[in-house]
């Protein structure tokens, strides 16, 4: 049981560049997420996802995009790489419910230069 | 607008004695808060959790405490162990949405 898993590990991009981070949980958890955490900020919520085959913003969108075409896997794509979007990326998921207790993937750490 | 704040960057403790860390948050309609620990390069782990019927909840070294009224929760760690350093994340959530984390506040305990 490996939890929550993110591909890769580290990544450093040129400005432009396009990449995609791959998350993946073997819990059969229905919500998953991707989070962003700069210094200062703490953890900003990107896209969500209710379900497989859906998906919804969360509070810094931009720039981002997101598909879940399988339950256990949750994919961010950077379109075109901007330096404002170097940070550390956690995916997290959770079970449906009110107590939103979610677990939380090791995190990719993006340099865009 | 930050509807979660934790207003100390940093607290540093000795081993032995009692760690508070504190949260503050605006929006009423909270019904759920939640501590996270987080070591670095590893992600964020659940440590302990409290609904908005109770005012106290304990787990082992660790409670929480919830005073609706001031909208102010804290985390009480007793006795401290120089394990317990990491980055402590205050979260809440609003009938199972979306989490708001706080900016998380840094815990050094020394021996």
């Known amino acids: 049981n490996a939890g929550v898993t993110q591909t890769p590990k580290f990544r450093v991009l040129k400005t432009g560049q396009s990449m995609t981070l791959l998350c993946a949980q073997d819990m059969n958890h229905e919500y998953m997420y991707w989070y962003r955490q700069d210094p200062g900020m703490g953890l900003r919520l990107i896209h969500y996802?209710?379900?497989?085959?859906?998906?919804a913003k969360g509070e810094v969108p931009d720039g981002y995009n997101v598909s879940r075409l399988k339950k256990q896997n949750f994919l961010l794509g950077l379109e075109s790489a901007a330096p404002s979007q170097t940070s550390v990326y956690f995916c997290a998921s959770r079970y449906s419910g009110r107590t939103n207790e979610q677990y939380f993937g090791p995190g990719t750490r993006l340099t865009v230069t | 607008d930050q509807q979660v704040k934790q207003n100390s960057p940093s607290l540093s403790v000795q081993e032995g004695r009692i760690s508070i860390l504190n949260c503050d948050y605006t929006?009423?309609?909270?019904?759920?808060f939640l501590w996270y620990k987080k070591y670095p390069a590893e992600g964020p782990t659940f440590l302990i959790s409290i609904s908005s019927i109770k005012d106290k909840n304990e787990d082992g070294r660790f409670t929480v405490f919830l005073n609706k009224s001031a909208k102010h929760l804290s985390l009480h760690i007793v006795p401290s162990q120089p394990g317990d350093s990491a980055v402590y994340f205050c979260a809440a959530s609003e009938y199972g949405n979306k989490l708001v984390f706080g900016a998380g506040t840094i815990l050094r305990v020394k021996s």
């Open positions: 996802s209710v379900g497989e085959g859906t998906t």
């Open positions: 929006n009423s309609m909270f019904d759920y």
